[in-house]
């Protein structure tokens, strides 16, 4: 990954981020993310499949392989699950040194009803054979990577692919998948950060060894150097965000609140573990209040909170949020750096001008 | 307008960029954008409207005022017309000295069928009174631009807001408009460039004398600099753009393609006149060849146009493509410069390896 020194984004960044966009923060409102604000982090481009000659091939070390149409898997136990989901790489474009990549700020999160049907029974269907140990899943999108030739792909471990959770979903906010959130079949892993819930799925595969792939062992790791193989990046670290309150300004974003109480809400989430709070500050994060926090949808779906904010007066503040969980983890003030980017659960800070 | 002698983006402009989004070139490939897909440009934030209580005001220089609900409108003769919608910006990244605003680089672009009412009859409901020379369209998305606090609107003249094709519409691709394209109703201006489409209408009024509020006096008119009063911008200049061939690196977005035939496709629309033809070229625009050209899906709809390239053999090209209209008109191969960044037209220059 190389890495820039300026706060100035290169035009290979823009083309990124042009292609691919985040949720504006003030769509953290609806609990349920509308299709088209949900983020989406496209690698190469988005395949044309024809949907209707489109199998799904599971093979490799089982006992028989299966290949599925849409329909037949459409004939299967049917689940829907609310689950919030995050872009490893968000809140990349504000470390320093930036890595270059996909430069996200705060908006690559959200939170849609992904409609299908379990993995685990699939694969039990098909039978792992002794000696299984993980399962890969294959995208039809192709392009090269880190000089790699590709289908982007990634893998689970055996024990992570049979939880419950886990999906195959071609349905998203009760809707057939749109074309860029995997249609006609994605994988949708709850908890972990979106790089996993691998999208245009055509095959997947048991491995009696571990899959070494790019996606695998170059991209998703935290490492402080190149020469660093690092652990991988699995699940979503614990985060609030709010909507930016009052007004922008177009070209700066800066936000302008009139005078009187203002009520601050947002989301809060984490893969890991479970939200038990949500404060927030008025002064940067020097001090901090206890927001209310409602229930969440479902064991993977963000919680509301809010907080009614009574500012001294016209002036400057920074405001900020942040959620512990019941491992008695917080987020960090400052970003946690790493050469990819990646997890970067930093506080949010939202200047604002509160006018008189 | 701010200018940039910088290839590089600021992270003001990175902000933009976040939030607003393109439409990644391959989607060129359906003739219908789908929703999500479509590009977006919005100047302040999504408003939080309650449609229950939502009403439309039409009113000004009338006989009488209107107040109409959703149910209201929905009960009027309904339309659906496909549109092909461009952002003025769109191109504006691709300048130098580059404007400073939202920084587009081609995808700012989609293909939507839009569902609602005429405008005309409600404003001959309402009854225009002599001296009428203006409709002004009122957002309800409000923010601060060029040091204005504003609710965004933009006016037509009598005569354009008389056109049978101007809608008020409360559908996009057959279903309720998404919060972000303009929930619960919009206006929809064929042929003309995205900021006149007015997004969560909430008011329309008939004028006596021209509207001269920022985003009509200010923003969107051709300057070369900043004491010219300028043309304003108007109607979708012509164009053609292609899905780009083969595969993407994923950090440079330079495409791959293997030896023998490609065929190329793309689509090409103008909104000031019709597109008679599209070329391509394989060598940066010395040489070109026509494309074959299909009709449009109706009279505001961009066109589809396929090319079967023969690369002479491994090694870089630079494809190009270009549409001409039936006015004479066809698009520069430099762009055209001006303060907004507005209506850069420049031939899309698609550079491609072709890999034995």
Known sequence: MAL??????????????????????????????????????????IPAIDAAAWRLQVGGHVRGELSLSLDDLRERATVRLPVTMECAGNGRAKLAPRPVSQPWLLEAVGNAEWGGTPLRPLLEEAGLLDGAVEVLFTGLDRGLEGDVDQQYERSLTVADALRDEVLLAWEMNGAPLPPQHGYPLRLVVPGWYGMTSVKWLGRVTVLDRPFDGYQQSRGYRFRQAEDEDGEPVTRIAT???????GVPDFMTRRRLVDVGRCVLEGRAWSGRHRV????????????????????????????????????????????????????GGTQPLEPPWNLGGYANNAVQRVPVTVRG
Chains 1, 2 share one sequence.
């Open 4 to 45: 820039a020194g300026s706060d100035e984004i290169t035009l290979e960044e823009l083309q990124l981020a042009a292609r691919n966009h985040g949720m504006p923060l003030e769509a953290l409102r609806y609990p349920l993310t509308p299709v088209g604000l949900h983020y989406l982090l496209i690698h190469y481009d």
């Open 276 to 327: 038990t709070a949500v404060e927030v500050s008025a002064d940067g994060g020097a001090s901090w209040a206890a927001a209310e926090l409602s229930d969440p949808a479902g064991p993977f779906a963000w919680s509301g909170w809010r907080f009614p904010w009574d500012p001294q007066g016209p002036g400057e503040y920074t405001l900020c949020c942040r959620a512990s969980d019941d491992a």
């Open 239 to 245: 985060r609030a965000l709010m909507v930016p309150p």
